[in-house]
């Protein structure tokens, strides 16, 4: 299918709304908010938030596993979004409302609620992201489709940005403890429903196509071996891995580098700036990749984002506009690196199917959510763990070494993640043309012909 209707395309991406209070909220604020205001040590909530990704490790692959080989009359992956939307909005529930208790029981309840709420945040996730391969396999068309899920994905996260702020004027909660755990309360409470009914509109109006009966799961987690003998597909995960890892810095440490080293109270309108510019950007970069390819788009889409950050390491107290202007300019290119890897993923997961005759989206997009988080799991962690190190003190003026290794981190270890990214992904060897012959190569040999493998020089 070359063409998506409206309808496909809005059903498909409003999970990624309602999705997104994954990111902003549990990433960027709620560490602050458990260290800050419940008290939970800073590096425990930074060994918790990485041992958590751990666990995605095993999960992850489990879960894109089982959602390959279910069988039910409404078809292998909706089932797993449904369900796992309703018990991620009761985490979500439990996780923004912590007790008011002692630090010990506090961090339980931390511990406990973040395990789960990223347990069901993959049983919709990896269903979810397993369904936009197998809903069209024209190579540009999936640009299209991603580009609306990332986009719609980036709107949520700007919405749940600016839901703090929004909140605290609409309930007029303050600065104070007991202030800022109203506000979580509020933010839980237009969530944690949102979530489910943004899920169930998808479900119901995105169908599935015929279930893979031809391996069984005991055979689906030795056919691993063949996942990573994809050559296309390791040097995309690693190329993403890296640059990823560098990008889940900042988005962890944005409050603490603006508070700490510009001085300034307006996290949220910087926040607001790199969403907008990414989603206004959003299709420029599709027509780009059109033209271009995606992975040439994707590598400018990298350039550009990195020779804006640096500027970023040499700010320092009352640089806020041009700590704006480095934002901006650096958000000209977010929106690209969200959606142009998934739109290639999709196309490496059809040079499987050549290879294997079987669609196996649930086994790549597992391993793609495994590189996501733990990802995001080194971000947290180093960046966390290294404010403690060096005597990062709550609500404090901070020490020269402390507002250094925000610096270093915020802004100089991203950019040199991305130029890592870029060196890698240049070897990636799937172009639109190449795409379309591995489409023809799938078709013949399903017709029984014989076919050499289309990313050699042998295809005819």
């Keep these: 299918m070359a063409e998506l209707t409206a309808k496909t395309r809005w059903a498909y991406s409003l999970p990624a709304f309602g999705l997104a209070v994954i990111g902003i909220p549990v990433y960027v604020y709620i560490p602050k908010f458990y260290t800050d205001v419940v008290g939970v040590d800073i590096a425990l909530v930074g060994g918790l938030l990485f041992g958590v990704r751990i666990f995605d490790a095993v999960t992850d692959p489990v879960v894109g596993i089982l959602s390959d080989r279910s069988q039910s009359r409404f078809g292998r ?133 015929t279930s893979d009966k031809s391996a069984s799961t005991a055979d689906a987690f030795r056919d691993y071996r063949t996942v990573f003998a994809n050559r296309p597909f390791m040097i995309l995960l690693a190329a993403y891995t890296i640059g990823a890892i560098g990008n889940n810095l900042p988005a962890t440490l944005i409050l603490y580098y603006v508070q700490y080293v510009i001085g300034s109270s307006r996290a949220d309108v910087f926040l607001l700036l790199y969403f907008v510019t990414g989603i206004l950007c959003l299709p420029i970069w599709v027509r780009l990749s059109g033209r271009l390819g995606k992975k040439e788009a994707w590598i400018a889409a990298m350039l550009v984002n990195t020779g804006a950050f640096v500027g970023v390491f040499f700010l320092g107290p009352g640089d806020e506009l041009a700590y ?137």
């Excluded at 996260?157 to 979580?184: K, N, Y």
């Design 77 to 209: 992956r909706r089932p797993y979004i449904l369900v796992g939307a309703g018990l991620l909005a009761t985490a979500l529930l439990f996780l923004f409302n912590p007790p008011t208790a002692s630090i010990p029981l506090a961090t339980v309840w931390f511990g406990v609620w973040i395990y789960l709420l990223f347990f069901f945040w993959t049983l919709v996730t990896v269903p979810y992201e397993a369904l936009g391969p197998e809903i069209t396999f024209d190579y540009d068309t999936r640009t299209t489709l991603f580009a609306w899920r990332d986009g719609f994905l980036i709107a949520g996260t700007l919405v749940a940005a600016a839901s703090p702020a929004l909140v605290e004027a609409i309930f007029s909660t303050g600065p104070d403890a007991a202030g800022q755990r109203t506000l979580f309360f509020w933010i839980s409470a237009i969530y944690a429903p949102l979530v489910v009914v943004l899920c169930a509109v998808c479900v119901k109006a995105i169908g599935e196509k």
């Design 324 to 460: 704006g202007v480095l934002v901006v300019a650096s958000g000209i290119g977010f929106g690209a690196t969200l959606a142009l890897p998934s739109a290639i993923q999709a196309d490496v997961i059809d040079y499987d199917e050549y290879h294997s005759g079987r669609r196996r989206e649930g086994q790549y997009i597992g391993l793609w959510s495994i590189a996501k988080k733990m990802s995001a799991a080194v971000g947290v962690g180093i960046g966390l763990a290294a404010l403690g190190a060096t005597g990062y003190t709550p609500n404090a003026e901070q020490t020269e070494t402390v507002r250094l290794t925000l610096r270093v981190l915020y802004a100089l270890v991203p950019s040199v993640c991305n130029l890592a990214a870029i060196a890698i992904v240049v070897f990636y060897p799937i172009s639109g043309a190449v795409h379309g012959r591995i489409r023809r190569a799938i078709e013949q040999k399903r017709a029984g012909k014989r076919v050499d493998d289309p990313l050699t020089p042998a295809y005819p």
